[in-house]
């Protein structure tokens, strides 16, 4: 099969078009014939070596595809379905295997093009809007790079909840994307501060959640915009990693902090298909939608990651395979 091969970590330059041996299924697993594959940020975190995985490795933590052939006591799809995943690395690939209960069955009135859209981005933006702080009509939900993967459908999911959304972004053509997905307010974080651009629109209240994707430029930043008992969740690190701090400072107004990560909310089948029905359900009550922006054929894996990497992407990026 074809893949897309890393054996050292790098600039975009290191993600190379191989030919590896399709692998066959053994028990508990689907060997799926993928048909796009979901761009994630992470995937630049890990093809720099930032989070390491063992070399060489086909990256990518998301796709869609048909179930090509089933292993041993696979009792969850069967030869044929069409599905979705994340969490399981080599999505870079015309053939990926999946552990059967990892996977998602698509609804039919869900091509393959969105379905590769929505498993790690749409699931990620349910947990941060139903885990953490639960977000009451007319609360102010700061959401940094609004116009981005993950940003753009937290933006609709904070409005479909009555938030005033306010949004951070690099560029006035980011600007108008966090708008039309329903943002309030727009704020240029690379010109403005954003921390009093937040006073100012939240009348000196401050932010009651703030859901923070982009770590080293906005955290420190955001203990001051977040409100007197407010909440921030720090889920990514976009801009590099958040810089260190005292936990006592948090006493100073009783925040509170959480750390998100997906992959601890999606550990039992039950929850992994409660999530993505979320998504399904918003979608096809119309208030949820996604946007794919960029579609690249599997050689290109490259100058897909390069775009998302220079920041000049948003909504969501695919491999076409
Ligand atoms: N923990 C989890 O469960 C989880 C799951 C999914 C994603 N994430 C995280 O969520 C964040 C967004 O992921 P995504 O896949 O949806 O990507 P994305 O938002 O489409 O792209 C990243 C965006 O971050 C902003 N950014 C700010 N400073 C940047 C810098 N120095 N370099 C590059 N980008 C910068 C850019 O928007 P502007 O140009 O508007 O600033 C950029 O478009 C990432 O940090 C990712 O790791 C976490």
Known sequence: MKAIQVTKTGDASVLELAELPTPQPGRGEALVRLKAAGLNFIDIYIRTGRYERPLPFTPGLEASGIVEAVGPDVTEVKVGDRVAYTDQMGS??????????????LPDNVSFEEGAAIPLQGMTAEYLVNEFYHIKKDDYVLIHAAAGGVGRLLVQWC???GAIVIGTVSTQDKAQVAKNAGADHVILYTQEDFVAATKKITADKGVDYIIDGVGKSTFTKDLDAAR?????CLF???SGPADPFAPNSLQAKSLTL????LFNFILTREEL???????FNGINAG???LKIDYKYPLEQAAKAQQMLEERQTTGKIILTI
């Open 159 to 161: 409005k479909h909840l």
């Open 273 to 279: 298909l409660k999530r993505a029905n979320a998504v």
């Open 236 to 238: 990514g690190s976009a």
């Open 287 to 289: 208030w949820l939608t």
């Open 258 to 261: 959480y750390g998100g990560s």
């Open 228 to 232: 007197v008992c407010g909440h921030i």
């Open 92 to 105: 870079y690939a015309e053939y990926n295997l999946v552990k059967a209960s990892q996977l998602i069955p």
